[in-house]
């Protein structure tokens, strides 16, 4: 995080060599495979195609991750800051862009006062912005035809901070003992009732109406990282017809669908769903994440893990994916937890963002659960169309274990979410079998989060030239100086 902090671990651009970077693998007990020699571009897994039951084909096995956008406008409009990051996943030869961008269905649900959020007013722009993808990358690669390009649509819940960066205006399905003392959830802060969730349902599927209209071929209905939809899988305490039992607890989702499904009739869905989420992390007295635990604590909101909430347990999230069989959806992208309340499990890193902590276990063994997490649900639902996260973090040897991970059926598609905020290019790169652009490569430093978690506009700091001469990074290095 400064220039004092010296990290616990080994960097990955330390494992120059295969035998290098699979001892330490060894060494460190990290269960991640990988191929040392990648097939030309002609055999190659990064080039296979994926063809949908809809008709529609994604013309190879990459894609773009959504991220959260700090740089629209307060009514939540894109601004150059925003269109410059689109036109970079245009060109970067993935051929699946899951959502480009977290949009919010209304004001009140965004998590920033300056993410993009999807009304009438604003279509027009979104119009644009789909347009704009499918020239720029025409023109780079000669046709769009086998592009699939989505809208992810979103409501923040506990996280919602629609008009000021440092103040929270919850939105909740229930009250948590942790988290609303972590992100100061007060006492007058009840949980949404059922009526109130039933009209989000609606300005679901409104949104999901006009991405149709703007030509998006599909829509995200966000199901991970702590935000509502994803909340409401462990709202076992709440009553009502959207908490308690599973069945209950996917009626948020289902709702949606069937919404969608009767006002924009042929609309591809997907689903990004945190298949996993443990107890939530604090800094430890030596600056190290500890669980926020007591001893033997009984923890029960933990989706898709036992009541320790340190273990995983995939009964429930199998549970989910059936479902998704069930309501006809096939695309689904697969993460895991929060980056608000257990980062390292999301995100590793070697460098932790301002609000976080330092790694409490080798960066590598947080990859390797979320591409291991993903294997075991592929292996169950060979049908899905998974999307797999996590990778970023490999940085040189990306391209080695995405590459084993398709070979071996353990994913469909290989995600890529921070990297290309700084190595734009990256999957062309690896789909005409060039050598790694080194200089490009995501490192970690975690200024992507730290920026924004400051209100600062989201970007690559050390690396992404539009954004190394802002003010911003003068004032983001002073806030660095400062943790």
């Known amino acids: 995080m400064t220039g004092k902090f010296k990290p616990k671990y080994s960097r990955v ?61 307060a009514d939540g409009k894109p601004t150059h800051f925003t269109k410059k990051r689109w036109e970079n996943f245009a060109i970067s030869g993935a051929k699946l862009l899951w959502g480009c961008e977290a949009v919010a269905v209304t004001h009140e649900g965004r998590a920033n006062p300056r993410q993009l959020t999807i009304n009438e007013a604003n279509i027009g722009d979104l119009e644009e ?35 000021d960066n440092t103040k929270f205006e919850s939105k909740i399905a229930y009250n948590h003992p942790k988290l609303d003392a972590k992100f100061h959830v007060t006492d007058d802060n009840l949980p949404m009732t059922d009526e109130e969730v039933d009209a989000l349902v609606e300005d679901f599927v409104k949104a999901a109406v006009l991405a149709q209209k703007a030509g998006y071929h599909f ?52 689903v990004r769903l945190s298949a996993i989420d443990f107890a939530p992390f604090k800094k430890g007295l030596d ?27 995939l009964e429930e999230p199998r549970k989910f994916l059936k479902l998704l069989e069930e309501l006809d959806i096939q695309l689904v992208c697969i993460t895991v937890s929060s980056p608000y309340y257990n980062p390292h499990v999301t995100r590793p890193a070697l460098f932790p963002p301002s609000d976080g902590y330092q790694a409490p276990e080798e960066p590598l063994i947080g990859v390797a659960r979320m ?29 080695n274990v995405a590459h084993f991970a398709l070979q071996n059926k353990m994913v469909d598609s290989v995600g890529f979410g921070r990297m290309v905020l700084s190595y734009p290019t990256m999957p062309d790169d690896m789909i ?11 490192r970690t430093f975690s200024d992507c989060t730290t920026a924004p978690r400051n ?29």
Not at 231 to 242: C, H, I, P, Q, T
Not at 456 to 480: A, Q
């Open 13 to 73: 651009a330390q494992l120059k060599t295969a035998a290098d970077f699979a001892k330490y693998l060894e060494d460190n007990q990290v269960d991640l495979k990988f191929d040392e020699e990648l097939l030309p571009k002609e055999t190659s897994p990064f080039n296979k195609a994926i063809h949908l039951k809809s008709g529609r084909t994604i013309g190879n096995s990459l894609s773009i991750l959504p991220m959260e956008g700090w740089d629209g406008t």
């Open 129 to 163: 912005m789909f347009q704009m993808v499918l020239d720029r990358h025409s023109e780079k690669f000669g046709t769009a035809e086998d592009l699939l390009v989505g809208l992810q649509l979103t409501h923040s819940g506990r996280f919602c901070k629609p008009n």
């Open 219 to 270: 829509v995200d209905i966000k199901h991970c990282h702590g935000y509502l939809g994803h909340e409401f899988l462990s709202a076992v305490d709440r009553n009502g017809k959207y908490g308690g039992s599973f069945e209950n607890r996917t009626n948020f989702l289902k709702n949606i669908v069937s919404g969608i499904r009767k006002e924009a009739p042929g609309l591809e869905i997907g």
């Open 287 to 313: 600056g190290i994440g500890i669980p926020d635990l007591k001893e033997n604590e009984k923890y029960k909101y933990a989706f898709g893990c036992d009541e320790t909430g340190l273990e995983i347990d």
């Open 371 to 399: 591409l291991n997490v993903v294997a075991d649900l592929k292996k169950d639902f060979p049908n899905l169309v998974i999307v797999g996260s996590g990778y970023s973090y490999l940085q040189e040897w990306l391209p």
């Open 432 to 442: 005409n079998n060039r050598p790694t652009e080194r200089k490009l490569l995501c």
């Open 455 to 483: 209100g600062l506009v989201s970007g690559c700091y050390p690396l992404d030239p539009l954004y190394k001469t802002l003010p911003e990074s003068v004032t983001l290095k002073e806030i660095k100086e400062k943790l």
